[in-house]
């Protein structure tokens, strides 16, 4: 079972181009504990800036840096990241398309018990929303690797968002299929499925598993790890749906400017077919742990299955 959160994957790659790359800055909002960034801050301490809690001044600071040629990450919770420094990634790093990389950490409802005010159930629509500002959820850790390793290379603005615990593995460290922006297929690419799952962030780690019990009780079902909420891979949502009968997308977000509402519109202008769209609801979310929370509303690999068989029927 891995142990290893995503973004202790971030600060370990981050540090791993640090070495040679002295253009490469990290900001935090008081938040360097919780995005497990102590050790570069401690290592590189001229490479690092601790604005405090100052999530605007955050995102500006980090927009100043990259206007001087600067790689800049600034990592705080995704739940103040998304919205109180929203005007600011709109016009100092979408705007401007500066290259400036927000690190959402601990999103979704990764912090559970502190409730609505700590979770992130909007900011894939919120960021999805700004031109020129794209957005990733990666679903391990060794995806996440890849990922940054990515961004590392351009110099465009992004949204990342990571939960806060550790997730299971997808992938190995010697067989990470990745291509930047474009989805990774986990099964069924090239057949003729009953259903097309396709999911992002931890929720394809559920979808997985669902597409087994659904194997099980002789449904076949294809599996897209969207990982690249936008852009889009429009490409792969169409090849999936054309080989399925109905498309499921699953997510730890609103029901609302999601990943669901995305691939809706996409098949429903291309190759209309049924869309289930799982997310969190449209109320606040009860308080627990993540597990606790996706096992309430059916966002587990049994309760996907469940809805899959029952649209099935």
């Known amino acids: 079972m891995n142990k290893i ?4 994957i971030i600060c370990e790659t981050l540090m791993a181009h640090a070495e040679t790359d002295k253009d490469i800055f990290v900001l935090c909002s008081d938040s360097r504990g919780s995005a497990s960034l102590v050790p570069f801050a401690e290592k590189f301490p001229d490479q690092f800036v601790e604005v405090g809690i100052a999530e605007q001044n955050l995102v500006s600071l980090a927009a100043g840096l990259a206007a001087c040629g600067k790689k800049a990450f600034a990592a705080s919770p995704a739940c103040f990241l998304s919205t109180r420094s929203y005007e600011q990634a709109k016009v100092d790093c979408a705007y401007s398309n500066t290259n400036v990389k927000l690190i959402g ?3 979704g409802v990764s912090y559970g018990a502190l409730g609505m005010s700590h979770h992130s159930a909007q900011d894939i ?3 999805s929303a700004l031109p020129n500002m794209r957005v990733y959820l990666p679903s391990d850790r060794h995806q996440t690797k890849r ?3 990515a961004l590392l290379e ?4 992004a949204y990342i968002r990571v939960g806060r615990n550790p997730v299971e593995d997808i992938y190995s460290e010697s067989d990470c299929p990745f291509e930047m922006d474009k989805a990774t297929w986990l099964q069924g690419r090239g057949k003729t499925v009953k259903a097309a799952l396709i999911a992002c962030g931890e929720m394809v780690h ?3 598993e669902a597409a087994e ?3 099980q009780a002789g449904i076949a079902a294809s599996v897209l790890d969207m990982y690249c909420v936008k852009p889009l891979d429009s490409e792969a949502v169409i090849e999936a749906a054309k080989a399925s009968d109905i498309v499921v997308t699953v997510e730890e977000h609103s029901p609302y400017g999601g990943l669901g509402a995305m691939v809706a519109q996409v098949v429903g202008e291309h190759c209309p077919r049924k869309v289930k769209c799982l997310s969190l609801p449209d109320a606040p979310v009860i308080t627990g742990t993540s597990p606790e929370v996706f096992a309430h509303y059916g966002l ?3 309760g996907i299955a469940a809805v899959v068989e029952e649209i099935l029927k």
């Open 147 to 149: 990922l940054i390793e």
């Open 206 to 208: 559920p979808a997985l």
């Open 125 to 127: 629509a919120a960021m």
């Open 300 to 302: 587990t690999g049994e």
């Open 5 to 8: 959160p995503n973004r202790q």
């Open 105 to 107: 950490i601990s999103g």
């Open 154 to 157: 351009d110099e465009k603005p």
């Open 213 to 215: 019990i659904l194997e």
